[in-house]
């Protein structure tokens, strides 16, 4: 038997065969499928167009194959770089990413015109890079300064942070940045001029710090 | 074996732990690398997209509220990135593309289906969907998506759902009866 397949009760049937095909009807809907396939043989016909459309989409996907090695290690690389100091280095790096897309967005004539500009831009940004990796961000474990391991205050700054933001925040308060990351993102910081023999002093440093909510998420002293 | 669901691997993600995102990521990288490919058509494109969705989701866990599945929140957030890669295409790529998906002038659409048996015209006349066409027949068929998750991933109300898998299903008719094949539907 085959039904008037201008009914809208037919037609929202037929609508539904292609997520009957493919197992993700609801148990109600399925079963008014299954019964109107029962007694409705151009709708069965119908309904075989549709799985031969799934067999072929899915082969199509299926020979599509996958993304290559190391893409687990590449993103893992990227997760690694959004720790606080990786942020750090990244916003630097975004820089001078955004600076070459830039003059590469320059036409040649334009490009020969701004040559000299670009260059000192990137002269000043170079010198930015190296002040900050030398004297903010030993990674090496040097230390910079010469105060003695005492009086470090442990910070904590928020994933929003920027390397702009951070660096205008040890500039505020006269810190060093002596180690860090720590697990949890903690970096250890020094005052470079602060009086801090005295620990009420350094406590005191500690409470400013914690009031800059905007840039820190956790400040203590070091015990 | 009991495995790990998807929305435990998030919470784990959320607070932070790594070997959590290496797992999800295992398990839907090839899934959303090709929804991605198959809407971009291009590896390298794809490759880039596929590290931009996971790395969202190390930095949006925390915002996951299961109302929908995980795979369902990748696809969608996959759909984004892929739209907006799409949209950073000159016009010049575009119609490179198009040119070269146009079929050969030298074989009428008879000499065409004897070249080829009909699960390859298929797939080529899938293949030459449009990209709103290519991805809600893939989201239902091969990604196994119920209208509600298709709407929640495309953004559109569950009638239009229906509605726009049939004008696909209908436009993949057309393109196989231009081939040669008349499947009598619609």
């Known amino acids: 038997m085959t039904t008037n397949d201008q009914t809208p009760e037919r037609q929202d049937i037929e609508a539904l065969l292609p997520w009957h095909a493919a197992g993700t009807l609801a148990d109600r809907d399925a079963q008014r499928v299954d019964a109107a396939l029962a007694q409705d043989r151009e709708l069965s016909r119908r309904y075989a167009l549709v799985r031969e459309e799934l067999a072929a989409t899915v082969r199509l996907n299926d020979a599509l194959g996958a993304p290559p090695a190391g893409a687990m290690e590449r ?3 990227r997760i690694e770089a959004e720790s606080p100091a990786g942020r750090s280095r990244q916003t630097l790096g975004g820089l ?31 010198a ?15 230390q910079t300064a010469s105060m003695p391991r005492s009086g470090e205050i442990g910070i904590g700054f928020v994933p929003a942070a920027s390397a702009a933001d951070i660096t205008k925040f040890l500039d505020t ?11 949890g993102g903690l970096f250890m910081t020094r005052p ?3 009086p801090v023999s005295e620990k009420d002093g350094l406590d005191q440093l500690v409470r400013r710090i914690q009031q800059e909510s905007r840039i820190v998420r956790f400040a203590a002293v070091e015990q | 074996m009991q495995t790990t669901s998807d929305e435990a691997l998030i919470e784990r993600i959320a607070a932070g732990d790594k070997l959590a995102m290496q797992v999800l990521f295992a398990r839907h990288q090839v899934r959303v690398y090709r929804f991605v490919l198959r809407l971009v058509r291009d590896q390298s494109v794809a490759e880039e997209l596929v590290g931009e969705v996971f790395l969202d989701v190390w930095r949006q866990a925390g915002r996951f509220e ?10 969608a957030i996959a759909r984004y990135k892929a739209l907006s890669a799409l949209r950073r295409r000159t016009d010049q790529e575009l119609d490179d593309e198009k ?9 009428s659409p008879e ?18 969907l449009t990209p709103e066409h290519r991805e809600i027949i893939d989201l239902v068929y091969y990604h196994e998506k119920s209208v509600e998750e298709v709407a929640q991933i495309v953004g559109i109300g569950e009638n239009t759902v229906k509605t726009r898998m049939f004008y696909a299903r209908k436009r993949l008719s057309e393109l196989l009866k231009a081939a040669g094949i008349d499947r009598g539907w619609p």
Request: proline share 4%; charged share 15%; net charge positive.
């Open chain 1, 75 to 77: 993103l893992m690389a």
């Open chain 1, 96 to 126: 001078a990413d955004w600076l070459a897309a830039q003059i590469g967005r320059l036409s040649p004539r334009a490009l020969t015109f701004s040559v000299g500009a670009a260059a000192v831009v990137i002269l000043v940004q170079a």
């Open chain 1, 128 to 142: 930015l890079l190296a002040t900050f990796s030398v004297s903010r961000y030993d990674s090496s474990g040097f």
């Open chain 1, 173 to 183: 308060y006269h810190l060093t940045i002596v180690e860090g990351p720590r697990p």
């Open chain 1, 192 to 194: 470079e001029t602060a």
């Open chain 2, 66 to 75: 299961a109302r929908s599945t995980a795979s369902t929140w990748l696809l």
């Open chain 2, 99 to 107: 040119a070269a998906t146009l079929e050969d002038p030298g074989d």
């Open chain 2, 111 to 128: 000499v065409s289906v004897l070249k080829k048996n009909k699960g390859e015209v298929l797939r080529q006349c899938l293949t030459a």
